[in-house]
């Protein structure tokens, strides 16, 4: 630890941070911060101002703590040299220290549920009578709640589901709940707050674990190499409402699926609320095996939708909010109309508008500052689709190589993927047909013409090819947008 100056240990800070938040958030809130000393395993960093200081203790309170552990040692601490604006009687710029607030008892940090035990504490957990009610920590973000997650058209089915959850865990139609949907959709939101409404109301009545994939993945190994095995399974079965995120990244992982399908089947079958989330439908996550697919539909599948305008809108209003400030509805109009495909984006917008206004001390944000502030955000939000692109799209949806498409085979499913990726590039691409032709292995305009025809028709009389047409363009205007 000697060997540590405060640049190196903020430069291993800021590694560790980089891969937990998102790029946009990195850039707004921790990139302006400046190393100042590091002393006593204390380590002070400069913040541009005490809206800033605030801001990193209430959202990134638990990930800076935890990071500061990592790297200096458990008795390592944080403390923030604050820039206060100078006044015409200061010659310069000065500075006040401010230590990272304590821990509050009802805001515990989180904890590697395995590594933690959670089986490690306890050698032989069937002889601990009540260890069903044994304190666990839910690893759940405070934050997550349901009066912050604004209800709309795009979500209203897995909202209501999940309250409905919330109000009687393990004893509704919805078991297991599996919320899928685009990344930024609100899928971490939602089925955390259920297990927060859960810890809320019921106490300590039920077991509350909410845990990534990657992480149940990783508990798995570490169980199996320790010969832990059994007290990694005994642990989880033993959970009463068990919430797993991204459960697309068990794809592929055949050891992994078959331990994950005898605590859900042994949890299902003790009445255990088991909650979900994916970024696609249960039948559409590649390499899982069938037994685990048919159990994902078991309950309620409900995905989430991009939101519609008025719930933008109403998103940018709680989140302004939230950060306690009042956005002119002008402001809030040009960011809903501009960031359209998820929620993430509209979050990101609100985050560089107010780190832009705390760092170059602007007490009123109006629309002109917004369009300057953001407009390399808008630019990059709407990317122009590519005929290569979609041609993807519909290959992976269909299962082909992208190839075949260009090829001149007259195979029935490669025919129907070809026309249906050319009725899409002319309507999502500015190019002309005798392009789109080129595109396709040196087809002439004649036949991209044919194709769009035989694809409307289809659409007037196919409720099925209207079916597969509207999931692609869901797609394609999501990675447009």
Not at 233 to 258: A, H, M, P, W
Not at 426 to 444: H, M, N
């Amino acid at each position: 630890m000697d060997t540590l100056t405060a640049a190196s240990a903020w430069s291993e800070c800021l590694e560790i941070i980089q891969d937990n938040i998102s790029y946009q958030k990195y850039k707004s809130w921790f990139e302006p911060i400046k190393p100042v000393k590091l002393e006593n395993d204390t380590l002070t960093i400069q913040v541009p101002s005490q809206f800033w200081y605030e801001w990193l203790e209430e959202h990134y309170y638990n990930m800076l703590r935890s990071t500061i552990a990592k790297v200096l040692g458990k008795g390592g601490k944080l403390e923030y040299s604050v820039l206060v604006e100078k006044s015409d009687r200061m010659e310069d710029n000065r500075s006040i220290r401010l230590p990272q607030r304590p821990s509050p008892p009802n805001n515990p940090q989180p904890v590697n549920t395995f590594s933690d035990y959670h089986p490690g504490k306890i050698e032989n957990p069937f002889v601990i009578p009540g260890i069903k009610k044994a304190n666990i920590e839910s690893n759940l973000n405070n934050n997550y709640v349901f009066e912050r997650y604004i209800e709309g058209d795009c979500n209203r089915l897995a909202r209501s589901a999940a309250m409905a959850i919330s109000e009687n865990p393990g004893k509704n139609s919805f078991n297991p709940l599996f919320v899928y949907g685009g990344t930024g959709l609100g899928k971490t939101h939602l089925v955390q707050s259920i297990g927060n409404k859960i810890k809320q109301d019921f106490g300590d009545e039920f077991a509350v674990l909410y845990v990534s994939s990657e992480t149940f993945t990783n508990e798995f190994v570490q169980a199996i190499r320790n010969n832990r095995a059994s007290e990694f399974t005994t642990f989880y079965r033993n959970i009463d409402v068990l919430i797993v995120d991204d459960i697309q990244f068990f794809s592929g992982k055949e050891k992994t699926q078959e331990e994950f399908f005898h605590i859900f089947n042994a949890l299902h079958q003790d009445g255990k609320q088991i909650i979900l989330s994916s970024d696609r439908a249960p039948k559409d996550i590649p390499d899982i095996e069938d037994r685990l697919i048919s159990r994902f539909s078991w309950g309620l599948s409900a995905d989430l939708q991009i939101p519609e305008y008025e719930t933008r809108f109403a998103i940018l209003e709680r989140k302004a909010n939230d950060n306690g400030i009042t956005l002119d509805p002008n402001i809030l109009e040009f960011i809903a109309h501009n960031f359209k495909s998820n929620v993430r984006d509209l979050e990101g917008a609100i985050i560089k508008l107010l780190a832009t206004a705390s760092l170059k001390h602007i007490d009123e944000i109006d629309l002109q500052l917004a369009k300057s502030v953001l407009k390399d955000m808008v630019k990059s939000s709407h990317t122009q689709i590519s005929i290569e692109a979609i041609q993807n799209y519909v290959c992976d949806h269909f299962g082909i190589d992208t190839n075949k498409v260009r090829e001149k085979t007259r195979k029935q499913e490669i025919v129907e993927a070809r026309q249906i990726a050319m009725f899409l590039s002319k309507k999502y691409t500015k190019s002309s047909l005798k392009t789109i032709g080129l595109q396709f292995g040196g087809r002439d305009h004649s036949t991209v013409i044919h194709a769009i025809s035989t694809v409307e028709e289809r659409l007037s009389t196919s409720p099925k090819h209207k079916r597969i047409l509207s999931e692609l363009e869901q797609k394609i205007e999501v990675a447009s947008l």
